[in-house]
């Protein structure tokens, strides 16, 4: 594994994200998304019980401590070939924990419910330090409008796996589906839901150029 670039330190904010192998669908339908979303809720926790594979079959007998977290859950985004987090690192070595924790659970998921094996994930996923507030509050929009560029969807508020709908106070995620958020980081910068809603919603249709664009280019 090539190492890595990025120092993950304590207290900072990084974009966290990674694709499949060969960039095939591993987020095939709703189950796996809601499965994938409940085991990030899990492996939060500094101390986990036990594997989330172990946990699902007795959730009362192996309840999870989340007084102490690895990372604080900014925003996110599943997408069929790969994944968003924003996150910040609260214990050392938290975000390379929490990803290599969720990662392992899910690929021992897929790789025995479609019978193959190897790796589900690209070796090392991604990180980008998120240096100003600006930069920040950008950032989750796009994490946002991601299935908009992708034409799953034409309003974000109609896509469940993102946190989109956490930020507007209207999302329908059980308990168990739904990360604990640190929105405080991207609403301080505004004054209401509505503001945020509008802020996201007026970069729709230039998201979705842009990235046409870089199609085009790379072709």
Avoid: W
Wanted: aromatic share 14%; proline share 4%; net charge positive.
């Amino acid at each position: 594994m090539a190492k890595r670039k990025v120092i993950l330190a304590n207290g900072e904010t990084y974009h966290i994200f990674n694709r499949s192998v060969r960039q095939t669908p591993i987020f095939t339908n709703r189950h796996e998304l809601r499965l994938f979303l409940k085991a990030a809720r899990y492996y939060l926790q500094t101390k986990p019980l036990v594997k989330f594979s172990v946990f699902r079959q007795s959730p009362a007998k192996y309840k999870p401590d989340f007084s102490r977290t690895l990372v604080k859950v900014v925003a996110y985004c599943l997408m069929p070939n790969h994944y968003h987090f924003i996150l910040s690192q609260v214990e050392d070595k938290g975000i390379e924990t929490f990803i290599h924790r969720l990662a392992t659970s899910y690929s021992c998921y897929f790789n025995l419910k479609n019978k193959q094996r190897g790796p589900v994930f690209e070796s090392n996923f991604k990180a980008v330090r998120v240096e100003s507030q600006e930069q920040l509050i950008h950032l989750s929009r796009y994490l946002h409008l991601n299935p908009v560029t992708g034409y799953l969807i034409e309003d974000p508020k109609d896509y469940e796996f993102s946190s989109y709908n956490d930020y507007l106070d209207e999302s329908k995620k059980t308990t168990e589906e739904r990360p604990f958020l640190d929105k405080g980081e991207v609403m301080t910068d505004f004054s209401s839901v509505e503001s945020y809603r509008k802020f996201v919603l007026d970069q729709k249709d230039y998201q979705r150029e842009l990235d046409r664009l870089k199609h085009l280019i790379l072709e």
